[in-house]
């Protein structure tokens, strides 16, 4: 399909700058989602990231003619059997701030005795009028800094400590994040493929 218009459906400040800056290059208008009526909040009730965007996206975009792209993402820590994972956002309770979850997880780190390494993971899904077009997932690997570095980024990005670039999340250029971030390395592949269904690939 060829897409001229787009909406991002997400509330989370930081996700809807970066994915803004992974699409510039691609010519869409990329519109928020002031500019679609909310649909009822959507429950992130799925057990995986990928249920939650489809969820978001399919939801969304029964609200708007143009095609809603949907970003449900987190922090997997190994040691701690995936958690956060699905629940990132909600970690330290519902109202908590970025500096609470990251407490908490560094807190429930101190009392294990794995290791601190860990992934994020991106899971990106496209519907139009209520139909899932297209879902990819992307991640990155790295390490639970013992505590918080730099401040850039968002949420847990300053104790993701990025061990090919030896900093923080929070301590890298908009560019060197997306350049590596799960996010990033999502919506290279959304575009990809859909360069591959539009017989451009
Ligand atoms: P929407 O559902 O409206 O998109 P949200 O913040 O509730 O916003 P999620 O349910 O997908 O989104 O939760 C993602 C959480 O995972 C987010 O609040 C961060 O704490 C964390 N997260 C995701 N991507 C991240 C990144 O690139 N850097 C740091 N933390 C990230």
Same mark, same amino acid.
């Given at each position: 399909?060829?897409?001229?218009?787009?909406?991002? =459906?997400?509330? &989370? $400040?930081?996700?809807?700058?970066?994915?803004?800056?992974?699409?510039?290059?691609?010519?869409? !208008?990329?519109?928020?989602?002031?500019?679609?009526?909310?649909? $009822?909040?959507?429950?992130?009730?799925?057990?995986? *990231?990928?249920? &939650?965007?489809?969820?978001?996206?399919?939801?969304?975009?029964? !609200?708007?003619?143009?095609?809603?792209? @949907?970003?449900?993402?987190? #922090?997997?820590?190994?040691?701690?059997?995936?958690?956060?994972?699905?629940?990132?956002?909600?970690?330290?309770?519902?109202?908590?701030?970025? @500096?609470?979850?990251?407490? &908490?997880?560094?807190?429930?780190?101190?009392?294990? %005795?794995?290791? !601190?390494?860990?992934? *994020?993971?991106? @899971?990106? =899904?496209?519907?139009?009028?209520?139909?899932?077009?297209?879902?990819?997932?992307?991640?990155? !690997?790295?390490?639970? @800094?013992?505590?918080?570095?730099?401040?850039?980024? *968002?949420?847990?990005?300053?104790?993701?400590? /990025?061990?090919?670039?030896?900093?923080? /999340?929070?301590?890298?250029?908009?560019?060197?994040? &997306?350049?590596?971030? %799960?996010?990033?390395? =999502?919506?290279?592949?959304?575009?990809?493929?859909? =360069?591959?269904?539009?017989? #451009?690939?």
């Amino acid at each position: 399909m060829s897409i001229s218009h787009i909406v991002l =459906a997400t509330r &989370n $400040a930081g996700k809807l700058r970066e994915l803004r800056s992974l699409l510039s290059e691609t010519g869409w !208008r990329v519109h928020g989602l002031q500019e679609i009526a909310m649909p $009822a909040e959507v429950e992130e009730t799925g057990a995986t *990231f990928s249920e &939650n965007a489809r969820r978001k996206a399919v939801a969304y975009s029964g !609200r708007t003619d143009y095609p809603v792209l @949907a970003d449900d993402s987190g #922090l997997e820590v190994f040691a701690l059997g995936g958690r956060p994972g699905v629940v990132s956002a909600r970690y330290a309770g519902e109202g908590a701030g970025d @500096a609470e979850r990251i407490a &908490n997880l560094l807190a429930e780190l101190d009392q294990t %005795h794995g290791g !601190r390494d860990a992934r *994020f993971v991106c @899971a990106l =899904a496209l519907a139009l009028r209520g139909h899932l077009l297209l879902e990819v997932e992307g991640e990155c !690997r790295g390490v639970i @800094a013992p505590e918080p570095r730099g401040r850039r980024g *968002f949420g847990y990005d300053p104790v993701f400590f /990025f061990p090919q670039l030896g900093k923080t /999340f929070a301590e890298l250029s908009e560019e060197e994040k &997306n350049a590596h971030s %799960h996010r990033g390395h =999502a919506v290279k592949l959304l575009l990809t493929r859909l =360069a591959e269904q539009s017989g #451009l690939g």
